[in-house]
């Protein structure tokens, strides 16, 4: 079956940096459109990176500059690396995986917290 499982989540100030990364299993990346996407107590869940099994980036515009998501299809890893991190980026991190048949898969989520 597929599985996705995030992993590099914690506890960081502002200002500082994580990297986040999603290792699948099931499934080869290079067949996939991957996202990030959070959620924060108490808001939806937004989609935060996206990159397409062509390599185009796309990112919400609260991240765009912040954060830089790559893929290693050799590997079926994707990461989000987090730079310059704000307290309003706590949230939990959701790893997202679809293709052009409508196949959807979801990780289980890594908790960021961002402290002031």
């Known amino acids: 079956q597929v599985q996705l499982v995030e992993s590099g989540g914690g506890l960081a100030q502002a200002g500082g940096s994580l990297r986040l990364s999603c290792a699948a299993s099931?499934?080869?990346?290079?067949?996939?459109?991957m996202v990030w996407y959070r959620q924060a107590p108490g808001k939806q869940r937004e989609s935060v990176a996206l990159?397409?099994?062509?390599?185009?980036?796309v990112y919400a515009d609260s991240v765009k500059g912040r954060f830089t998501i790559l893929r290693d299809d050799a590997k079926n890893t994707i990461d989000l690396q987090m730079n310059s991190l704000k307290p309003e980026d706590t949230a939990v991190y959701y790893c997202?995986?679809?293709?052009?048949?409508?196949?959807?898969?979801w990780g289980h989520g890594t908790q960021v917290t961002v402290s002031s």
């Open positions: 997202n995986a679809a293709n052009i048949y409508g196949s959807v898969y």
């Open positions: 099931g499934l080869t990346f290079g067949s996939y459109d």
């Open positions: 990159i397409s099994s062509g390599g185009r980036r």
